[in-house]
Nanobody, 122 residues
């Protein structure tokens, strides 16, 4: 089992920045690929960014490319999402999630945090 706890959300003006953190406990984070997702009021949860277990591969949703940066520190069992050039449409609850990463096998995200609210004012 992996427990995930997000932090770092808050209220920021458009154009501002935030850094979200996702701390893991229970098992070493290095076993897992990590992802960030978000859900805005009245909308479906959507993918934001993901990073491989060793950090050598990342990918982003088109809507955040060039503005958000995902990273991880396995020594600290923590994953980060740097949010820059924030827009009002980035307002959402942001969740981190973990999935096993094994070559040739696609695992679903099985572990989720409770979420952290990001609100961007115009």
């Amino acid at each position: 089992q992996v427990q995930l706890v997000e932090s770092g959300g808050g209220l920021v003006q458009a154009g501002g920045s935030l850094r979200l953190s996702c701390a893991a406990s229970g098992r070493a984070l290095s076993r897992y690929a990590m992802g960030w997702f978000r859900q805005a009021p009245g909308k479906e949860r959507e993918f934001v960014a993901a990073v491989s277990r060793n950090g050598d591969s990342v990918n982003y949703a088109d809507s955040v490319k060039g503005r958000f940066t995902i990273s991880r520190d396995n020594a600290k069992d923590t994953t980060y999402l740097q949010l820059d050039s924030l827009r009002p449409e980035d307002t959402a609850v942001y969740y981190c999630a973990a999935r096993m990463e094994v070559p040739g096998i696609r695992y679903e995200y099985a572990y989720w945090g409770q979420g952290t609210q990001v609100t961007v004012s115009s």
